[in-house]
């Protein structure tokens, strides 16, 4: 199976970027990226997917090098709203050739004021 | 905007019980996911259905069975209930099997006494 990591937890202050690194060594050809959102006790929410290159969307942009062994979320300007956690998804080879879908290890983001 | 339903929204079961959570996907959606999110993890993938089939099998433990009927809703079965089954579950849906923008539902926190 693929693993993916992230760093646990990052720092930052309303109005800055954030940037959060995703590292998925094991990506197989036809999986899609995908970042989500999760606040305390609510189901993840989606941020954004892709496949190569950059993607972006109204709230964040996904960078994926050629080699797409890593992908990187980045958050313009955050606010305190955007305190949570946020996971990389890499749909990636389970048992039987079927797909798993693994979570990565969640990075934990607090902004502060 | 329609999203996922999931019901219960709290449970609580005693040691070696048995429940039933139910999932009711977005319409047109024909692919299901459930998750299992401990107090301080990250979600585990557990089984997933398109068009009434099981699709993907993640750490779903054999006293736990699922289904997909034919109004796509879903049920998790979980049977001899232990105390480390305490947990979120989380039930998603996507509008097919390869997409991987999955939208999750609240979420149905069951506690094991």
């Known amino acids: 199976l693929a693993k993916t990591t992230q760093p646990i937890s990052m720092d930052s202050y309303e109005g800055q970027e954030v940037n959060i690194t995703c590292s998925h060594n094991?990506?197989?050809?036809?999986?899609?990226i995908t970042w989500y959102q999760q606040f305390p006790s609510q189901g993840p929410r989606f941020i954004i997917q892709g496949y190569k290159t950059k993607v972006t969307n109204e709230v964040a942009s996904l960078f994926i090098p050629a080699d797409r062994k890593s992908s990187t979320l980045s958050l313009p300007r955050v606010s305190l709203s955007d305190t949570a956690v946020y996971y990389c998804?890499?749909?990636?080879?389970?048992?039987?050739?079927?797909?798993?879908?693994?979570f990565g290890s969640g990075t934990r983001l607090q902004v502060q004021p | 905007a329609a999203g996922v339903i999931q019901s219960p929204r709290h449970l609580i079961k005693e040691k070696r019980e048995t429940a039933t959570l139910k999932c009711y996907p977005i319409p047109r959606h024909d692919t299901v996911y459930w998750y299992q999110q401990g107090p301080g993890q990250d979600p585990q993938f557990l089984i997933s259905f398109y068009e009434k089939m099981q699709s993907d099998k993640g750490s779903i433990p054999d006293r736990f069975s699922a289904q997909q009927f034919s109004d796509y809703h879903s049920e998790l079965n979980m049977s001899s209930l232990e105390l480390g089954d305490s947990a979120l579950y989380f039930c998603a849906s996507s509008e097919d099997y390869r997409s991987e923008t999955q939208y999750f539902g609240p979420g149905t926190r069951l506690l094991v006494l």
């Open positions: 094991n990506i197989a050809t036809n999986d899609y």
């Open positions: 998804l890499v749909g990636d080879m389970g048992e039987e050739g079927r797909r798993a879908l693994t």
